[in-house]
């Protein structure tokens, strides 16, 4: 349907103008080769000159295409011109009054087609008048698409139930059982506290466990322990990676003031907006999100975000002292190479690698992360695909430079926002992007795998 609309298009010539058009009915025309027919018949009650892509109404009255564009932009109305009968649906160029007017006015038409083609004005209404009947189809496809979108509808309201019941059982505190240490300031911690947190540091720190326990110490001795003091007994820690690892992590408490987040739970009670921007952000527009945590937030999450993806060869056995300390660790060009490769092609794979490290620690979570980010480079291919094919490519940096407005915009947002939103939402938006986006990205890519061209 619309590859013959846009061929009407190319073929209507469009016209002149209704005076211009007068003044040519004066100029005599082809004869006709039958008597019986007069020009007459074949003339348009807009601009009474020879019909050009007549175009026929439900009314059954004919009229130019071009006269009718005109009358429709001018009127605001879907109406005869003539009798004022509404029209229904899209009016078509009638094809066998069109060949029939061809074959007998054929000079006329053809010199009206090129007045109508040279008229900017009568060009633009056409354009107009189709762009109308475009969008008339597309509403159309999509009232069929109606009982789908039912389902999609159904889907989403009980999903969103289902993400207010989860978030409000686990909220209750069910399963979100992080370690308090993450957010009681260094300062405050008992012995026992300090030797918990001693253990997180890796199997190795068991060797250092008695002396600690036996000195007793609490956080704030904790926050004065140097690397002399390690050194020397009762702590004795001779091995020099062992003593950096605990002087690295040791810093990174004395910054945070808190123990740092074990895992993405811990990660999210102690650092809760910063969590749900990342997660929002990652999922929309990856490569800006990765560019600021490069420029904002280098040493705490972008270099460990890089070593988890694009990890050195060489640097594997120290990390088992330490993982912060490696992560700390310059990047290699090897490694910065490999980073911006992924970075610019498929930045969704850096964000599954990472949650492919994190496997072991969130079985489900990260399975539901990579299926995710495999869903979104399929969808962020196919828009490539359209805009390749529908050689829009150009508008490609024009887009680019919107997105990146929005982004900032909407970053800012939140960010002025965020003091005001109550917990509870949070974590509806949290659970909700983090377990149940995955599923409307099913439907999605599912949707694009099918009707590639919408
Ligand atoms: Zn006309
Ligand atoms: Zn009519």
């Known amino acids: 349907m619309l590859d013959q609309m846009d061929w009407d298009l190319l073929d209507e010539g469009l016209g002149a103008s209704v005076e211009e058009s007068l003044y040519f009915s004066g100029v005599p025309k082809s004869k006709p080769p039958t008597t019986d027919i007069s020009e007459h018949e074949f003339s348009c009650h807009c601009c009474y000159d020879i019909l050009v892509s007549p175009t026929t109404l439900t009314c059954g009255h004919n009229f130019c295409r071009h006269c009718l ?3 429709w932009e001018s009127s605001h109305k879907n109406e005869c011109p003539e009798c004022r009968e509404k029209w229904e649906g899209f009016p078509k160029v009638n094809i066998l009054l069109r060949d029939a007017t061809d074959k007998l006015f054929g000079d006329v038409v053809r010199q009206r ?3 109508i083609k040279n008229d900017p ?4 209404s056409l354009l107009a008048f189709q762009r109308y009947g475009d969008n008339l189809g597309r509403t159309k496809t999509n009232q069929h698409k109606g009982a789908g979108f039912f389902f999609s509808g159904v889907l989403t309201a ?3 139930v289902a993400v207010v019941v989860l978030v409000y059982h686990w909220s209750s505190g ?7 240490l993450i957010s009681k300031p260094v300062s405050r911690w008992t012995p026992e506290e300090v030797l918990s947190w001693l253990e997180h540091l890796g199997p190795w720190a068991q060797l250092y466990r008695e002396p600690f326990q036996q000195e007793n110490v609490n956080g704030r001795l904790l926050l004065m322990l140097s690397e002399e003091e390690l050194l020397n007994p009762p702590y004795s ?3 020099q990676a062992h003593r950096r690892a605990v002087l690295a992590e040791l810093d990174r408490v004395k910054t945070l003031g808190v123990k740092p987040p ?3 739970w811990e990660y999210k009670a102690a650092n809760a907006g910063k969590s749900l921007f990342l997660l929002y952000a990652l999922k ?3 490569r800006l999100t990765i560019f600021y945590l490069y420029l904002f937030d280098y040493s705490e999450t972008f270099l460990p975000f890089l070593h988890t993806c694009c990890p050195a060869i060489a640097h594997i056995e120290q990390s088992v002292e330490s993982s912060f300390l490696s992560s700390q660790l310059e990047p290699n060009w090897r490694q910065w190479a490999e980073f911006l490769v992924k970075y610019l092609l498929l930045p969704y794979q850096l964000i599954a690698e990472f949650a492919w490290d994190w496997l072991a620690t969130h079985y489900w979570t990260s399975r539901f992360i990579i299926v995710n980010t495999m869903l979104l480079s399929v969808l962020e291919g196919c828009a490539l695909w359209r805009l390749w094919t529908g050689a829009a490519i150009r508008t490609l940096p024009r887009k680019m430079w919107n997105h990146l407005w929005k982004m900032i915009s909407q970053g800012f947002a939140f960010a002025l926002l965020w003091p005001f939103i109550p917990q509870f939402v949070c974590n509806c938006l949290f659970y909700w992007a983090l377990y149940f986006s995955p599923i409307i990205n099913i439907d999605l890519v599912v949707q694009q795998l099918m009707h590639p061209e919408t």
């Not at 069910?174 to 308090?180: C, G, T």
Request: net charge neutral; charged share 30%; proline share 7%.
């Open 284 to 286: 929309r527009s990856p």
């Open 113 to 115: 087609r090129a007045e």
């Open 158 to 160: 009980l999903s969103c």
């Open 69 to 71: 564009a005109l009358w």
């Open 262 to 264: 074990q895992n993405l």
């Open 237 to 239: 820690i001779e091995n």
């Open 121 to 124: 004005k009568i060009t633009r």
């Open 174 to 180: 069910v399963v979100e059982q992080h370690d308090p």
